[in-house]
């Protein structure tokens, strides 16, 4: 199994930054990946950011892209996402996630979850 732990979550004002991190222990794939997804009160889930293991490329959502930068670390079998520019619309519970099968979007694709961290954005 993999378990996936998140932290770095907090309430900050507009305009400020925060990095999460996930650190996953336990049996990897070579060819996996793992990524961000968001989810405010009465919304559903949404894609934030993807890696894929092998070779760090990244995937964004539009919402995110160029505010947001997620990045690996072999070392620790970590990933984190540093969120630049927060606004009112990123504040939700964000949890990561793990593919066995490298780049995707989709939730559903996703075998592994952690337990999410609270962003809190306000003026």
């Known amino acids: 199994q993999v378990p996936l732990v998140e932290s770095g979550g907090g309430s900050v004002q507009v305009g400020d930054s925060l990095r999460l991190s996930c650190v996953a222990s336990?049996?990897?794939?070579?060819?996996?990946?793992m990524g961000w997804f968001r989810q405010a009160p009465g919304k559903e889930r949404e894609f934030v950011a993807h890696?894929?293991?092998?070779?760090?490329?990244?995937y964004y959502a539009d919402l995110v892209k160029g505010r947001f930068t997620i990045s690996r670390d072999n070392t620790k079998i970590a990933v984190y996402l540093q969120m630049n520019s927060l606004n009112s619309e990123d504040t939700a519970v964000y949890y990561c996630?793990?593919?066995?099968?490298?780049?995707?979007?989709?939730?559903?694709?996703?075998?592994?979850w952690g337990q999410g961290t609270q962003v809190t954005v306000s003026s």
């Open positions: 996630a793990a593919s066995r099968t490298g780049r995707s979007g989709i939730a559903g694709a996703y075998n592994y």
């Open positions: 890696i894929n293991w092998d070779d760090g490329s990244a």
């Open positions: 336990g049996r990897t794939f070579p060819n996996w990946g």
